[in-house]
């Protein structure tokens, strides 16, 4: 199984970025897709971004425009850039690698303050 470990969370105000990484033990070349979650508390967990093997990015509405997904396969590695980052955006992000079985990260706190 895939180990996935999360980095480049933090706290920071209204309208700032940050950038999110995410460290595969394996090669990410060959896996289907790599996924971006988001949960905050009282809240579902949502779908934030994916990419496919293929390239083919997937964004939810409410980041569209502000996030940006993508990966470097030579570091084994998947980002997320946020800008102009929202109060709402606030959440534990975890990154999900689509296999059998799936994979996913320890997660990494985001606050935005307003």
């Known amino acids: 199984q895939v180990q996935l470990v999360e980095s480049g969370g933090g706290s920071v105000q209204a309208g700032g970025s940050l950038r999110l990484s995410c460290v595969a033990s394996?090669?990410?070349?060959?896996?289907?897709?790599m996924r971006w979650f988001r949960q905050a508390p009282g809240k579902q967990r949502e779908l934030v971004a994916a990419?496919?093997?293929?390239?083919?990015?997937n964004y939810a509405d409410s980041v569209k425009g502000r996030f940006t997904i993508s990966r470097d396969n030579a570091k084994n590695t998947v980002y997320l850039q946020m800008n102009s980052l929202k109060p709402e955006d606030t959440a534990v992000y975890h990154c999900?690698?689509?296999?059998?079985?799936?994979?996913w990260g320890q997660g990494t706190q985001v606050t935005v303050s307003s």
């Open positions: 990419i496919t093997s293929g390239g083919s990015t």
């Open positions: 394996t090669s990410i070349f060959s896996i289907l897709a």
């Open positions: 999900n690698a689509v296999a059998y079985p799936d994979s």
